[in-house]
């Protein structure tokens, strides 16, 4: 995204999205981005049951790997200027939204923060976020649990129905090309490719 090279934190976002058109969302929120941070991965976009409240439309959800040079609470206030900016607005807690945007990693950083909780305290329960992790992260660690985002994706039971992948997605790590859909034949979801590079 940004063509600052001083910026140096890994980061990993969470897309979520159930109100709209997700791909033109995300694909806004990925460019307002830019601002501070570099691009380095994208994944697929991933049609998933509601978490929480049920009653309400399925959601799309991605994961983004950035860097950047702001700091962990700085980043916060910027995603969340950002789903503003793409017209958030939710209900009630866990209800349809626009577009949510969580902060999953930064770094290997352990925050317990009032306002921000990193790693992303829930990440180990949920499928429909480990699942776009493994497409662009699959080794990836977790500081806290040591566990890879692989190993945690196959401690769950799946929720996650059809996975569609992003038109012009690509995976930085290509080198887990293999890795990756052997997981996803394991899990019985194959992404269908409806765009290409």
Known sequence: MSNDRSASAPVFLAFGSNIGNAQTIFDQAYSLLEEHCQHIAHSSLYRTTPYGHEDQDDFTNAALEVRTSLSPLDLLAFTQQVELQCGKKTPFKDGP???DIDIL???SCVITDEHLKIPHPHLPERDFVLLPMVEIAPTLRHPQTNLTMQEHLEALTPIITPVKKRPGAKSHHKQYGTL????????KYLPILIGND
């Open 180 to 187: 990756y859909y052997n997981i996803l034949r394991n899990l």
């Open 105 to 107: 990693f930064y770094g």
């Open 97 to 99: 939204r626009s577009l």
